[in-house]
């Protein structure tokens, strides 16, 4: 009896250690449907630059990949562009390397805003100062979800990860374009041989 009572709260502590993997709040970005809208758990950096809760802001009705809603990014002629933050339950520590994934899209229609961009991840230090760009995706032209898998190592710990709508690489004229966002798996420590 005594070593089933051992046996028990042996497996018991072994399950309860923590997984190492960092989840973000609110992964599939949930919440009612709007144009200048955040999800619970996310914000914007950009004042008066806020992302859409899609479907159903101005007339998208592209359906979400898990759950009921998704994000849209967009970028302007001007120059500006649309962006989507969190603060980690726990930072990156600086010089390791973490993986995850997310799916993303392109809406063909999206009032105007048609042409396709990228994703841009930046990550700002528990320091302050500028952010570092820790990943960027492929130019996003697919209207279909895709998951697109990113290793992120940053240079000193990052306490909070900023998603960003960007232009193609290499264009010299900006344009109006965007991107679709959603269901980001946890961050975990990279497997490397």
Same mark, same amino acid.
């Given at each position: ?21 960092i989840y973000f709040r609110n992964p599939s970005f949930e919440g009612a449907p709007g144009a200048g809208k955040c999800p ?80 841009? +991840? ?7 100062? *500028?952010? %570092? @760009?820790?990943? #960027? =995706?492929?130019? +996003? ?7 697109? *898998?990113? %290793? @992120?190592?940053? #240079? =000193? ?37």
């Amino acid at each position: 009896m005594q070593n089933l009572v051992f046996l028990f709260l042996s497996l018991a502590t072994f399950s309860a250690q923590p997984s190492g993997k960092i989840y973000f709040r609110n992964p599939s970005f949930e919440g009612a449907p709007g144009a200048g809208k955040c999800p619970k758990g996310w914000y914007s950096g950009y004042q008066g630059s806020t992302p859409d809760m899609l479907p159903g802001a101005w007339e998208v009705m592209f359906p979400a990949q898990d759950g009921k809603t998704c994000v849209g990014l967009i970028v302007r002629e001007d120059g500006t562009r649309e962006d989507i933050s969190q603060a980690l339950a726990e930072p990156l520590v600086g010089g390791k390397c973490y993986a995850f994934a997310l799916y993303l899209a392109h809406a063909p229609r999206y009032v105007g805003y048609n042409k396709p961009t990228r994703l841009r +991840i930046f990550g700002y230090s528990d320091k302050g100062g *500028k952010p %570092e @760009l820790l990943a #960027s =995706s492929v130019l +996003i032209d697919h209207a279909d979800w895709r998951q697109y *898998k990113f %290793e @992120l190592s940053p #240079s =000193s710990n990052v306490t909070q990860l900023v998603f960003e709508a960007d232009y193609a690489p290499g264009i010299v004229f900006k344009y109006k374009g965007n991107l679709l966002i959603d269901n980001c798996s946890p961050l975990e420590k990279c497997v490397r041989a």
